[in-house]
């Protein structure tokens, strides 16, 4: 089992940024993608990146490409997402997930967290 908790989310202004965290547990998390996932109101969940184990190699939603950056620090046991530029259309509930693979379809994730919300006004 892993064990996953976000943090970091709030209300930011269009054109802000904030830096989400997720606390992961349980097990090696360097075992695991991860990744982080979002829904907004009314949508359903949309895979927004990912990170390897290793952290090397990472792997955007065109539509938060170049705006988004996700990192991870094993020793730590943390994954972050840096979220710049942000645009009222980024409002959503942000999670954390974790699996052995990389997938983009959100239903294929394992493991979760409770989510963190994310509101951008504009």
């Known amino acids: 089992q892993v064990q996953l908790v976000e943090s970091g989310g709030g209300l930011v202004q269009a054109g802000g940024s904030l830096r989400l965290s997720c606390a992961a547990s349980?097990?090696?998390?360097?075992?695991?993608?991860m990744a982080w996932i979002r829904q907004a109101p009314g949508k359903e969940r949309e895979f927004v990146g990912g990170?390897?184990?290793?952290?090397?190699?990472?792997y955007y939603a065109d539509s938060v490409k170049g705006r988004f950056t996700i990192s991870r620090d094993n020793a730590k046991n943390m994954v972050y997402l840096q979220v710049n530029s942000l645009k009222p259309g980024d409002t959503a509930v942000y999670y954390c997930?974790?699996?052995?693979?990389?997938?983009?379809?959100?239903?294929?994730?394992?493991?979760w967290g409770q989510g963190t919300q994310v509101t951008v006004s504009s």
């Open positions: 990170i390897s184990g290793n952290g090397r190699y990472t």
């Open positions: 349980g097990r090696t998390i360097s075992n695991y993608v």
């Open positions: 997930a974790a699996d052995t693979r990389l997938y983009t379809v959100p239903t294929f994730y394992a493991y």
